[in-house]
């Protein structure tokens, strides 16, 4: 399976502080992405890393790849409570069609 | 910036009724896609569709689904026969470059199956 496996499954942290998100995957990827969804609600594309990048910024977001371990994670810097969502990573494989998501991390920003 | 644009954002269905989902992709892009996120799982692929036609499909994707770009605008999934377990939420997506520069993605249906 290519499925991407995310942890932690949720993180709690304080207004100001740093989340980090993992993701795992099993197989060659063109890219992974990352994809936030507040409760409910659709899912918000947030970056893309190709699988010859090995770290890329986005305003307070920070993704890095490492595909000889097949893994990535995000990082949010100076979280706000609006950083509260889920997090998805997701895998686009070599060869395939289709987005393959992890369980994601619910995130929660206390003021 | 441009959007994929899903109605209705919310539909109620009795068991057993036929329903139809509608997605207007953005305008330029060549792949549709339709994915499904059941209330508290992760989101799961059901089918891509390119040239007027699936270009792959899971195994969710069973005979009472269907998939159709009626014109140049729409593209459409529709459920033959609901059951309470086609009860989540549907996105459609679409891509310029079949993912390879990302994907965009709806505001999702929320299908609901009483």
């Known amino acids: 399976s290519q499925q991407g496996e995310e942890d932690p499954q949720a993180l709690s942290i304080q207004e100001g502080e740093n989340a980090t998100m993992n993701c795992s995957y099993k197989?060659?990827?063109?890219?992974l992405q990352w994809y936030r969804q507040n409760s409910g609600r659709g899912l918000v594309h947030l970056i893309l890393i190709r699988s010859n990048e090995r770290e890329k910024h986005s305003g307070r977001l920070r993704v890095t790849l490492d595909t000889s371990k097949k893994s990535s994670s995000l990082l949010i810097t100076a979280s706000r409570a609006a950083d509260t969502a889920s997090y998805f990573c997701?895998?686009?494989?070599?060869?395939?069609?289709?987005?393959?998501f992890g369980q994601g991390t619910r995130l929660t920003i206390n003021p | 910036e441009p959007e994929v644009t899903q109605t209705p954002s919310h539909q109620v269905t009795q068991m057993g009724q036929e329903v139809i989902l509608r997605c207007v992709p953005i305008?330029?892009?060549?792949?549709f896609y339709w994915y499904r996120q059941i209330l508290g799982q992760k989101v799961e692929f059901l089918v891509s569709?390119?040239?007027?036609?699936?270009?792959?499909k899971s195994e969710i994707f069973d005979d009472q689904f269907s998939v159709e770009r009626p014109d140049g605008s729409n593209f459409t999934l529709k459920i033959r026969s609901t059951k309470l377990e086609d009860s989540a939420m549907y996105f459609c997506?679409?891509?310029?470059?079949?993912?390879?520069?990302?994907?965009?993605f709806g505001s999702g249906t929320r299908l609901t199956v009483v």
């Open positions: 997506a679409s891509s310029l470059l079949q993912g390879r520069d990302g994907y965009t």
């Open positions: 569709f390119y040239n007027n036609e699936i270009s792959e």
């Open positions: 305008s330029n892009h060549l792949y």
């Open positions: 997701a895998t686009d494989a070599e060869g395939a069609q289709k987005l393959v």
């Open positions: 197989t060659s990827i063109n890219n």
